[in-house]
């Protein structure tokens, strides 16, 4: 059996089974992370028919028996870290794709580790016993099949493909495995009667552009013959900063929608100023009530880490949207600051930039000698002072 040296590592049901092993009390049992809506759920969750996002009162009537647990960021975070160590310990070319998966290469260890399967079993036992966590990995040649291996794994396991068999792997898969094929895709794909990988790699590349278009077409054939020539890239920095809030189902009033808002935005900006980074492209992203959600975002003719900067741009594209969240309840607000890189801060609105950032140094400081909850922002109390339009107009 010939192996690929390409690993797609994924912790399973991250947010839930970070609860799961810090309260022992909800381990075995299924466990929701949310407030008004299911952020995450287990896989004794998932197995009873939850599923996310969906309503929490939804969720409770397919699942009666389920314990729901607001979430803690901050600790999926540490939890986050703590497997992207042992990831780092294993192999230097380590390439993150979000907070709880990441690829791996490792054709270089085999003199000194073994085999990719060996390798990817040692990984899987270190993330179990010095982050208490499960996960699942994936072993094959490319980067697309590493990661349906992991996904056709789980939960909790291992699976290796073998280049010599990876195309009777790939080809039995249903459509929708393919990277690009969504609903739309494969409604299309429905209607010709292709259900398969390997009725689209039947296919002459001209019919599969027909049916799909140049672009699409030529993509999903060339996923379908297995080629995929991206190489595990490591170095690369997060091209965004973001952080998100659950709001429950419950309504809430503009204060308190403001007030979460600063807080988001002071997480941001702190964690950016913290590895020198700043950002140019401000957007919020807003989940209602029916589930729809809608993103909104605003390019700054500078980059900046400053608080005050990104709260007013961040506030001005809620106050735009803020009929449609009376319209349809807002049941998750998230911050994110775009098109991040090393360039120093550069202020970007007519704020006082001298005050400014010095406040953001002096908060900063303290934070970091005595913890993120020493030093809570609050709206200006200074009328004088250049502060925010509010939400809804006076």
């Not at 810090?22 to 008004?36: E, Y």
């Amino acid at each position: 059996m010939t192996e690929g040296t390409v690993l797609h590592a994924d912790l399973d049901a991250f947010f839930a089974s970070v609860e799961q092993r810090d309260d022992p009390a909800l381990r075995g049992r299924p466990v929701i992370v949310g407030g008004g809506v299911v952020v995450a759920a287990s896989y004794e969750a998932k197995r009873r028919g939850v599923r996310t996002p969906s309503n929490i009162r939804q969720a409770r009537r397919v699942c009666p028996e389920a314990v729901v647990v607001p979430p803690r960021f901050e600790a999926y975070t540490e939890a986050s870290r703590a497997v992207f160590e042992v990831f780092r310990d294993t192999t230097p070319l380590v390439e993150a794709l979000s907070i709880d998966e990441a690829f791996l290469e490792v054709g270089g260890l085999r003199k000194i580790r073994g085999a990719p399967s060996a390798i990817a079993a040692r990984l899987r036992a270190d993330v179990a016993e010095r982050v208490g966590l499960p996960i699942s990995v994936g072993v094959a040649r490319t980067k697309y099949l590493a990661k349906i291996a992991s996904a056709s794994a789980k939960p909790n396991g291992l699976l290796v493909v073998p280049v010599e068999d990876e195309l009777t792997f790939l080809h039995a898969l249903p459509v929708e495995r393919l990277w690009g094929v969504g609903a739309v895709t494969a409604a299309k794909l429905h209607e010709q009667h292709v259900s398969t990988v390997g009725q689209i790699a039947a296919m002459e590349l001209r019919e599969a552009q027909s049916l799909l278009g140049k672009a699409v077409g030529s993509h999903l054939w060339a996923l379908a013959q297995g080629h995929d020539p991206r190489r595990v890239e490591t170095g690369k920095r997060r091209g965004s900063m973001g952080a998100q809030h659950a709001l429950g189902s419950a309504p809430r009033s503009p204060e308190e929608i403001e007030a979460i808002l600063l807080g988001l935005v002071d997480r941001v900006t702190s964690r950016m100023r913290k590895v020198d980074r700043t950002g140019s492209v401000v957007t919020i992203r807003l989940r209602f009530g029916d589930f729809g959600s809608s993103t909104a975002s605003h390019t700054l003719p500078r980059p900046t880490s400053h608080t005050a900067t990104v709260l007013e741009v961040s506030r001005h594209l809620l106050r735009e949207r803020w009929p449609e969240v009376e319209r349809r309840g807002l049941t998750l607000i998230g911050v994110s600051v775009g098109q991040v890189d090393d360039a120093p801060p550069q202020l970007a609105l007519p704020l006082d930039a001298t005050s400014g950032s010095q406040l953001d140094d002096a908060i900063d400081e303290v934070r970091g000698k005595f913890g993120r909850a020493s030093v809570q922002r609050g709206a200006p109390a200074d009328q004088h002072q250049r502060a925010p339009q509010p939400i809804l107009p006076d």
